[in-house]
């Protein structure tokens, strides 16, 4: 089984910023893509940004020039650099990735984190 852990929210004032990390634990082979999504109260989720395992990112237009996301395959880790922080950015934050099982022959599997809360005060 794998797990997806968030690590790194908190409460910040308008303008500071934060570092979210996401480490996959558990076995399997390889993950491609890992994404970060987020959802504030009575929204849907959003995707933030995303970036494959060859570092190809992309990023929501509301966090492009503040937020910057990056990976160490190594260390089965993602991190979101948060700059800028904006009181609309309060919001559950979660990873989301593609992992491909110890099996290379098999589908990836998409799973989720347990969400972290950042929360931004004007």
């Known amino acids: 089984q794998v797990q997806l852990v968030e690590s790194g929210g908190g409460l910040v004032q308008a303008g500071g910023s934060l570092r979210l990390s996401c480490k996959a634990s558990?076995?399997?082979?390889?993950?491609?893509?890992m994404r970060w999504y987020r959802q504030a109260p009575g929204k849907q989720r959003e995707l933030v940004a995303h970036?494959?395992?060859?570092?190809?990112?992309e990023y929501a237009e509301s966090v492009k020039g503040r937020f910057i996301i990056s990976r160490d395959n190594a260390k089965n880790t993602a991190y979101l650099q948060m700059n800028s922080l904006r009181p609309e950015d309060t919001a559950v934050y979660y990873c989301?990735?593609?992992?491909?099982?110890?099996?290379?022959?098999?589908?990836?599997?998409?799973?989720w984190g347990q969400g972290t809360q950042v929360t931004v005060s004007s």
């Open positions: 989301n990735a593609d992992v491909v099982p110890t099996n290379v022959l098999l589908r990836s599997r998409n799973y």
């Open positions: 970036i494959t395992r060859g570092d190809v990112t």
């Open positions: 558990g076995s399997f082979g390889r993950i491609n893509t």
